[in-house]
């Protein structure tokens, strides 16, 4: 091999290296939770607190559309964990339903 072709291949092979070392891949998610009110809040973010890559600090919810917008990092979390752990605190989270996963839903 030459020492130009040698090279190449070295840098080659340090670009897609770096290509692949994504560490951060941060979203905004809106969950439409339409049995939650302003007061239920608290269960949502509990039900939320364990979980890396969920920005608790980003909590919003819209009590008219019933909708909570949160930022989470998707190199850590998935959407469906996060609609799972809501209807796990009982509530449905863009139509995963407490039942659908053996929980209880709140009343």
Same mark, same amino acid.
């Given at each position: 091999m030459s020492a130009k072709f @040698?090279?190449?291949l070295a840098i &080659?092979? !340090?670009l897609l290296a770096l290509g692949g070392c994504r560490r951060t891949d941060v979203r905004d998610f809106e !969950? $439409? /939770?339409p049995s939650a009110t302003?007061?239920? !809040?608290?269960a949502l973010t509990a039900a939320l607190a364990p979980y890396a890559g969920v920005e608790k600090s980003s909590f919003k919810f819209d009590? $008219?559309?019933r /909708? &909570? =917008?949160l930022r989470y990092d998707s190199m850590q979390? =998935?959407? @469906?964990?996060i609609e799972m752990a809501i209807a796990g605190a009982g509530f449905a989270a863009n139509g995963v339903t407490p039942e659908s996963i053996g929980a209880k839903? @709140? @009343?």
């Open positions: @040698k090279t190449s &080659l092979t !340090v !969950v $439409a /939770v302003e007061a239920d !809040v608290p009590a $008219a559309r /909708v &909570l =917008a979390i =998935a959407k @469906k964990n839903p @709140k @009343k």
